[in-house]
């Protein structure tokens, strides 16, 4: 049972200033008459429930000074950069890598109804001393013709530029070589094209030495007849009678039969 300090204690907790009981109180102090007529007058009828202990009232937040309130944080949306679309490229071709010149020099010359087209090792033109020029007056004597040719032109010189971005390379001098000799057959019948030297095979008829001592075929030129260069038959001399043994069988190319 509560005793008047203690309830009033209890009160002032709760923050109620004017209270009245339902029921005589012990130990309680005296109710004052004008508080009780105002009750009576306008107070409903109140029920006779038990009345129960009031809640104690939520704490109050402590305010806090104005320089240590937090600051409100704003949340912005994150920027979503573009991506940049994917543009197709167009593709490139390749850039046309040029092939290395060859090097080389070729003498042609016109014998009778056939075209000899030699190679020049030092690449100079024939002189009439010569060892080499000697020895081809010989072999072309030897098939019947007359053994003074007739230079036909300059010796073509490949490559023909020192410098430029002219393409110059293998293919290049193919169609230069077969060009000029095509020129000398359209000018003046030919029955035989001799190819003497490695180079006179490689670029008037696309041929290696596999095809030494053979008739071959040129397509849009003549018939051709390959033979190693003057300078090798000079250094090998046991070649010499495979041309000759060539050379009989070829002769009917150009030599009448009697």
Do not use: H
Not at 204 to 226: K, Q
């Amino acid at each position: 049972m509560l005793t008047e300090p203690r309830r009033r204690a209890y009160l002032d907790a709760m923050q109620v200033v004017q209270w009245l009981p339902r029921a005589e109180l012990p130990f309680a102090a005296a109710s004052r008459p004008e508080l009780l007529a105002w009750v009576e007058a306008s107070a409903p009828a109140v029920d006779a429930a038990p009345m129960q202990a009031p809640s104690a009232p939520a704490p109050q937040p402590i305010a806090r000074p104005a320089q240590e309130r937090p600051k409100p944080q704003i949340t912005r949306p994150l920027a979503v950069k573009p991506q940049p679309q994917a543009v197709e490229e167009p593709v490139s071709q390749p850039a046309k890598v040029l092939a290395p010149a060859p090097r080389f020099a070729l003498q042609l010359l016109r014998a009778g109804a056939c075209l000899v087209l030699a190679e020049l090792p030092t690449g100079e033109p024939f002189q009439s001393r010569d060892p080499g020029y000697l020895l081809l007056k010989d072999m072309l004597r030897a098939a019947g013709l007359p053994d003074s040719p007739q230079l036909i032109g300059e010796p073509v010189r490949w490559p023909l530029l020192a410098k430029g971005s002219l393409d110059q390379g293998p293919e290049a001098a193919t169609d230069f070589v077969q060009g000029f000799v095509a020129a000398q057959i359209e000018a003046a019948p030919c029955v035989c094209l001799w190819l003497v030297g490695l180079p006179a095979l490689r670029f008037a008829a696309s041929v290696d030495e596999s095809a030494f001592y053979r008739e071959i075929a040129i397509e849009g030129l003549c018939n051709g007849w390959a033979l190693p260069g003057l300078e090798t038959l000079m250094d090998e001399p046991m070649r010499k009678a495979d041309v000759w043994s060539a050379m009989r069988q070829m002769m009917t190319r150009w030599k009448p039969v009697e």
